[in-house]
């Protein structure tokens, strides 16, 4: 099936999303998604940021939609063509949904734990308006204690999902989810039980915004402070495959690793993330690739990886064998 964004054509095949066709050309008409989650089914619908322009519908019915629709949940059509960055109404749009995400979110980034890798303080800078025009009292909630790894906070939540499709989707046993309806929605444990189950550590790797933390690493330290790198580890629950956020020597957190979309690539477990907080416990692979555009990305070194791939291909020419395969 063929379909224009942007006034890029790119064939797909059947089923494909209109996101997901962005994203198959490439970042720059890729449009924003906040509650889509590739890695999870049934995820998007609910936030609106990556509505698009469909200025053709199909071949066969050439008929513009007659208003923005959500690229996550939309099917490409043969011949459609669809604006994102090209169309100033969509921009102008995303401006609004934004506004209202930020409605009754904390504007709380200075002391933020996520700040550094919130997707929403990315969006406000990328598609929000300087200038807010809500005068009126933010949400609030009532904190509530769902255990001594994960923190949630609220406030911050934008509702979208993705924990409890996480929970559902990787957990034998999902105990949280979004009770109540409308502005009184809010993530909780159903009677306060505390989320134990081995992958539920993998919320707070999937939450855009910082509603749900690390508890073994809130406050320890700025991310951008920190140097991720790959790392890899035998694992009898998960891949073990994960990234290291290091200071000096000390492993200050372990997160799964992540794509060019800021997705998790792999699931991981509870004791990768929790137990293994010791470089010992690890053989590190490299430096991890950051693709996100924020401060995080500073002082980061993609090019080693390119120098390690130039050194390993050396020193396979010249018969060297790693240390850690050596006899
Ligand atoms: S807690 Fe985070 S992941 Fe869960 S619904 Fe709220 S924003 Fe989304
Ligand atoms: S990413 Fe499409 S509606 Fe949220």
Redesign the pocket.
Known sequence: MKVTIDGIEIDVPKGTTI?QAARMIGPEVAPP????YSKLKTS???????IVKVTKGSAQNPNPMPKPV????TEVMDGMEVQNVTSPEILEARKGVVEFLLINHPLDCPVCDQAGECKLQDLGYEHGSVKTRYEFKRREYDMIDIGDKIKLHMNRCIL?YRCVKTADQFTDNRLHGVVHRGDASEISTYIEKFITNDFSGNVIDVCPVGALTDRTFRFKQRVWFTKPVDAHCKCDKCSGKVRLWMKGEDVLRVTARKDQWDEVEEFICNTCRYDRKKTADWVIDGPSPIHRSSVISQNHYQHLNELKTQVMKQQKALGFIPIEKRP
């Open positions: 996101l998604a906040m509650c889509y998007g619908g609910y936030c609106r940021t990556c959500a690229s996550c949940r979208c």
